[in-house]
């Protein structure tokens, strides 16, 4: 399923498939937005620029966000929270291991992917 998330670093909206946390352009935190595909689609391009400029507002942006909770029943959330010993927000833990360099990946996760 499609959704919308807004990188408040990238000034972009994108829409990608499923609950994604991270932006795939800078790997910062993204925020996922209460707007359905087909709402947006819908909107002529001024509409757009004015949803976007709502994004960029903080306090608009807090009123457009949905909150997607059921990651935390996930495997591989909670396997990164048994590694939190700072109690870091998940996504900065997440947006940290994107940022790494290949190199610096466990050989088991590098030999899975390839």
Sequence with gaps: MMYMHYCK??????????????CPKCTE??????????DYTDLDPAQRQLFKEA??????????????????YSKWYKELQSKNTDDL???????????RSPDDHDPKTVSSIS
């Design 9 to 22: 670093l990238c000034h972009r909206i994108f829409m990608l498939n499923g609950h994604k946390m991270i």
């Design 29 to 38: 935190p993204l925020t996922e937005l209460q707007i359905s595909y087909l």
């Design 89 to 99: 927000p998940i996504t900065s833990l997440l947006a940290a291991n994107a940022k």
């Design 55 to 72: 994004c960029a507002d903080d306090e608009k942006l807090h009123q457009l966000k949905a909150t997607y909770r059921m990651y935390k």
